[in-house]
């Protein structure tokens, strides 16, 4: 084409994922197979409902440090020790923790996967939880906590969240916890936290590669079969907001040359129905390179690298949040210029090649996803976590596909409402707040590094 427009994209090709073998085991154990026959390997995750929504406020923090934990040693290996005998199958331990689960995996030859399997078993259902080892994980995180109150970026976020949600919500602190909730975490509260949580009913297996779904059947029987455990019920999350009206918090990071800016409001959960056409609606707002919220600040303005909004998914609650790092004197017009794009996302229709840029897009690097056992196994923890439907990845492309500009407009609309945004800014005050008072968007307040009030 000559004329400079972007082509056409072609029909999407056809994708079917996977075919899922599930049984569960006379002790509760969900075991998901996936046969995958490309390559001799396979990818065994073993995981559990026992993310960091289920840490009680006051010890926030132990989800993650538990899991971390669990590397550290069973009964039968220390953490060398069992580093080792991956190292001899030919694979690593690796280890995850979200919101909604705490995972433990491993991708080894076909061959070796009884061997991993008894290994994750170990890992998962027998930790040793050395002291000295948890005393280690306990004070790496406070000093990552203690790293991260100097690095803007990241107090950015945890500051979005705790302005975002109420200060009951466990979700308004980082699933790290926080330096006055790490600190207790001992490990009693971390060998209650696993014996609670970490138990067949609450878990699953999945193994995804060139694999016999009845010959993994017999393996896990014969790697998790005895595992034993009461399940524990997770904790009620609130998920009320910190503000009900538009506010302005400004975090003092003196003599700062940019300002990180997060601004945004809670959202629906994961579940809701509207999710594919909110994905749309982010996309076209802030999701993609070419999106509206970074063409403005970046392209026409030349205020930022990039300027992005996403949401949050979590199980009973999200936020939506847009981000961006600016020059300092430019903080309340990038703040200006965010919320104009909000407003217009609210008022508009969208045009056709962006609706058809966003679909697109969303259609066409899915299947690219799923390209490995790994990759596989991480969409099945993803689908367990949430109680999606066993047909959600084949019914995805066609449902994003079947979004209308309509429904972008309903959603955000709908779901985007400027007299809740929290705009959050963490810089320099004496640059940013007296412009940031003039835009006139809400009343300004003033805190130091740690959330403390300070005006």
């Known amino acids: 084409m000559t004329d400079g427009s972007r082509p056409p994209a072609g029909p999407p090709r056809p994708y079917a994922f996977p075919s899922i073998e599930r049984e569960v085991l006379s002790n509760g154990l969900t075991v998901l197979v996936v046969p995958m026959r490309r390559l001799p390997v396979a990818t065994a995750l073993l995981m559990s409902d026992a ?6 406020i006051s010890h926030a923090g132990v989800a993650a440090l538990t899991v971390n934990a669990m590397t550290e040693g069973t009964r039968r290996h220390d953490a060398a020790a069992l580093a080792e005998a991956f190292e001899q199958l030919g694979g690593s331990l690796d280890t995850g923790n979200s919101w909604a ?6 991708t080894v030859l076909t061959a070796h996967l009884p061997s991993a399997l008894g290994l994750l078993a170990e890992v998962m259902c027998e930790p040793s939880f050395p002291e000295g080892e948890i005393g280690r994980l306990r004070e790496e995180r406070m000093a990552e906590l203690l790293q991260q109150r100097t690095e803007p ?9 705790r302005f975002a949600f109420a200060s009951n919500s466990r979700y308004a602190l980082a699933e790290g916890g926080d330096e006055r909730t790490v600190v207790g975490v001992t490990r009693d509260v971390i060998v209650a936290h696993h014996a609670r949580f970490v138990v067949p009913t609450r878990s699953a297996l999945i193994v995804a590669g060139d694999v016999d779904p009845a010959t993994i059947m017999q393996q896990a029987e014969t790697a998790f079969g005895r595992w034993i455990g009461d399940a524990g019920v997770t904790p009620d999350i609130a998920v009320d907001a910190a503000h009900s009206t538009r506010q302005v918090h400004v975090v003092g990071k003196p003599d700062s040359p940019q300002s990180e800016l997060r601004v945004g409001h809670l959202s629906v959960p994961r579940t809701h129905p509207d999710y594919h056409a909110l994905s749309i609606m982010n996309a076209i707002l802030g999701g993609l390179f070419n999106s509206r919220m970074n063409l403005n600040l970046r392209e026409t303005h030349a205020y930022t690298y990039g300027a992005f909004s996403r949401f949050d998914w979590r199980r009973r609650a999200s936020s939506f949040e847009t981000s961006t790092a600016v020059q300092s004197d430019v903080t309340a017009a990038a703040v200006r210029e965010i919320l104009v794009e909000i407003d217009r996302m609210r008022g508009e229709t969208v045009r056709p090649a962006e609706l058809s840029l ?6 066409g690097v899915f299947p690219i996803r799923f390209e490995t056992t790994a990759a596989i196994a991480d969409a099945l923890v993803m689908r367990e976590s949430y ?6 990845f084949d019914s995805y492309r066609d449902r994003v596909a079947a979004v209308t500009a309509a429904d972008v407009l309903r959603v955000a609309h ?4 400027p007299s809740r945004l929290q705009v959050v800014a963490v810089g320099d005050p004496d640059l940013a707040r007296a412009e940031l008072e003039a835009l006139n968007i809400g009343p300004v307040q003033q805190y130091d590094a740690s959330g403390m009030r300070t005006s």
């Open 51 to 56: 993310g960091a929504e289920c840490d009680p």
């Open 101 to 106: 689960h705490a995972e433990v995996s491993t």
């Open 153 to 161: 970026r990241g107090l950015a976020d945890d500051m979005f969240a």
């Open 358 to 363: 966003a679909v697109d897009y969303l259609t």
């Open 387 to 392: 109680g999606l439907p066993a047909d959600y």
């Open 414 to 417: 709908e779901h985007l409402d």
